[in-house]
Structure formats: structure tokens, C-alpha cells
């Protein structure tokens, strides 16, 4: 008799919870970067931010609607390429997510975008920063960071202003970050004075750089900007020191501007002489970044790029969208990320009617003794 007792009691206790479970809503975050190839550490420092948000706001309890919320990460990779991006995009639709955080690059972030849009999906990237990314007047499209407006023509500036050089040389990748980031250096250089000697092509899966900065260094440039990733800037500096060109400053965007640049360059002196710019602030000036860093770094040792404060903020923006509208479909919640006033561990996040960053900060960096710092 007790033993069918414990059964009874045992079911009743079963069907309970399985009741609370039921009633527990399943909010889905897509997060899309390259965690394969040459652009891996960026990928996985990007994902490695997302499930943190997404961890922290589980744990914290997260209610919409009424409904008590259970947040999962769907993530997919899309290893730079343009044709991966929107074949991950349309996995993400037709996976039904909520909300997407990505891509990383600005090539796959552009067609994704229109993927997104078609099925009424939100998506904010934490890193494309090309300017044709908003301009094209989808309303399911938001960036975290300044773009490449700010980006090129604030290196620009400090190459005309502080280090008053005269000629310039430009490379670039061919890839819609890398031409768009060159574009802009580019226009605004020649707007404060200075030459540009000659511009040179190559890829993002490039290592030999030998014909072109031969080709750049009969030219005697004081300088020479590169649009594109670290993978390539790394090497770059190597075979800038083999040539002699280790007095020849060296730009780049946030591409190049990373942790592991310093390792890619294989201890090249010339590291010394980058200057790099990212669209937000220093992490000792953004509003929680040490704090948040320290934890990062618990859970994610040696891990750390550059954006995954924004995919961490990212995913807390898109939650609180949803919050105040009451509920996690795209359709109703959309309309919300536009009233952004949220204060994260990046910055205070609200959005432009074209999803670009209100107030966006941009920092330049260079590195001293094989270490980025903050030059502003």
C-alpha cells in the first residue's frame, strides 16, 4: 500500500513540474560568426559573449509576457563566406529564432541581412561596420559599434594631424569591410593633404605579400593603411620588416586591430608601428567593461578579441526589446529596438531610425611591447 503510495505521490509530483515546465516559454537567440578558418578566434570570442548573456539572463530569470522565459542559443557558422552567411540565415528562419545576433564581417552580414529581412527576423551585428549595411532601409537590421565612416576617417585624421605624414600607400582585401574601411581612409587623407602613392589588391586568404609591398616601397610612402583581417595584416608586418620598411607607419580598422595581431605578427618590430581603430570605447572606459572582462576571462581564458562585450550586449538588447513589448515574436517586439535606452557593459545602446548606434565612440590603439593599448 505505501509502495503505491510513492507511486501516486511520484506522479502527482511529476505531472506538477512537468505543468511549470510547460508553461516555461522557449525564446530562441541565433548567433552566426566564422568559428572555422583563419577568422575562427574572432567567431568563438563572439559566440563564447552571446551564451554568456544568455547564461546570465537565465540565471537572473527573464519573464515576458507573464510567461517565465527559457533562453537557448542556436549557432551557426558561417566561416566568412558570403554564400555560408545566407545559407546560415535561412537556417535561422527556418529554425523559427527570435532574434539573431551577427555575422562578424560585413560581406556576410550584408546578404544575410536581406535573408533576415525577408522573414521578418531582427538581427544586430556586433562588428560589420560597412556603411551600405543600414543604407539599405531594412527594419530588421541594427549595429553595435560605429561604422567605417567613423572608423577610416578618424585614422585618417590622426595620419594628417598628429603624425603629419605626407604619403600613404593603400591595400586592401577586396571584401566589402575591406574596400569600404580603404574607401573612406582614402577620401579623407586626400581631403587633408595627403598623397596616396599607390593602391594595391589582395585577399582575405592571402599570405604572400612580397609583389605588392615591393610595388608599394619604391613608392617611399611615410605610411600605409590595410583593409582587412588580422590573418593577413600579421604576415603583412613580417614581410614589411624583411623589406625594409620597418619605419613605415601601418593602419588598419578593427579588423586587424586585435589581441592575436601581436602573435600573427611573429614579434615583427614593426608591430610598433600600427595604429588601429575600433568603433566603441576602450574596455577600461566602457560603462562595466572591466568588471565584465574579469569574468570573461574566467570562463573563456585567453579567448578574448574585441567584440564579444557588444554580442553579450547585443543579446540583452534584443531580451529587453522583448520585455517591454510584451512578448518574443518578431512581428510585435521589432518595433521596440528602435525605444533602445538600454545601459550595458559597452555603452548606454540606442538606435538611429536606420539601426545605426545613437552616440557611437571610436578608440585608436597601438601596441606597445606586443600589447594593444588605448591611445585615446
Known amino acids: 500500500m ?13 505531472l506538477v513540474a512537468g505543468t511549470s515546465m510547460a508553461q516555461d516559454m522557449v525564446v530562441k537567440i541565433g548567433h552566426v560568426g566564422p568559428v572555422s578558418g583563419a577568422q575562427a578566434h574572432y567567431g568563438k570570442d563572439n559566440e563564447n559573449g552571446a551564451r554568456m548573456a544568455i547564461e546570465d539572463l537565465n540565471a537572473k530569470g527573464v519573464t ?5 522565459v527559457k533562453l537557448e542559443m542556436v549557432a551557426e557558422d558561417d566561416a566568412a563566406d558570403p554564400k555560408q552567411g545566407t545559407a546560415a540565415a535561412q537556417k535561422l528562419c527556418d529554425a523559427k529564432v527570435n532574434g539573431v545576433v551577427g555575422h562578424l564581417n560585413s560581406g556576410t552580414t550584408i546578404p544575410a541581412s536581406t535573408v533576415y ?31 567605417d565612416n567613423a572608423l577610416g576617417a578618424g585614422l585618417a585624421l590622426h595620419a594628417a594631424n598628429n603624425l603629419k605624414l605626407k604619403k600613404v600607400a593603400i591595400i586592401d582585401d577586396r571584401t566589402a569591410y575591406g574596400q569600404g574601411v580603404a574607401e573612406v581612409f582614402k577620401k579623407t587623407a586626400q581631403q587633408r593633404g595627403i598623397q596616396i602613392v599607390d593602391e594595391q589588391y589582395t585577399t582575405d586568404k592571402a599570405t604572400d605579400f612580397m609583389a605588392i609591398l615591393t610595388a608599394i616601397k619604391s613608392k617611399a610612402p611615410d605610411g600605409v593603411f590595410y583593409g582587412g583581417m588580422d590573418p593577413q595584416a600579421g604576415p603583412m608586418l ?46 577600461d572606459k566602457m560603462p562595466g567593461g572591466k568588471v565584465w572582462k574579469d569574468r570573461y576571462d574566467k570562463k573563456y581564458p585567453n579567448q578574448f578579441q574585441v567584440y564579444s562585450p ?45 539601426g ?13 611591447d606586443g600589447k594593444k593599448v588605448p591611445l585615446n
Open 238 to 283: 613580417r614581410q614589411m620588416e624583411q623589406l625594409g620598411l620597418s619605419n613605415v607607419k601601418f593602419f588598419g580598422g578593427d579588423g586587424i586591430c586585435t589581441a592575436k595581431l601581436a602573435e600573427l605578427s611573429g614579434g615583427a618590430k614593426t608591430l610598433a608601428n600600427v595604429t588601429c581603430a575600433e568603433g566603441g570605447a576602450s574596455l
Open 2 to 14: 505505501q509502495f503505491k503510495l510513492n507511486l501516486i505521490v511520484g506522479a502527482a509530483v511529476a
Open 117 to 147: 529581412n525577408q522573414c521578418g527576423i531582427p538581427h544586430i551585428t556586433p562588428s560589420a561596420t560597412n556603411p551600405k549595411l543600414t543604407q539599405q532601409g531594412y527594419k530588421t537590421t541594427f549595429r553595435m559599434l560605429a561604422n
Open 310 to 354: 557588444y554580442t553579450y550586449d547585443a543579446v540583452h538588447v534584443l531580451v529587453d526589446a522583448m520585455v517591454r513589448a510584451g512578448s518574443a515574436d518578431p512581428k510585435v517586439y521589432t518595433a521596440k529596438l528602435f525605444e533602445s535606452n538600454f545601459q550595458g557593459v559597452t555603452a548606454k545602446v540606442g538606435f538611429e531610425p536606420d
Open 356 to 368: 545605426e548606434l545613437k552616440n557611437p565612440a571610436m578608440t585608436l590603439y597601438s601596441y606597445k
Open 64 to 68: 515576458i509576457g507573464g510567461k517565465k
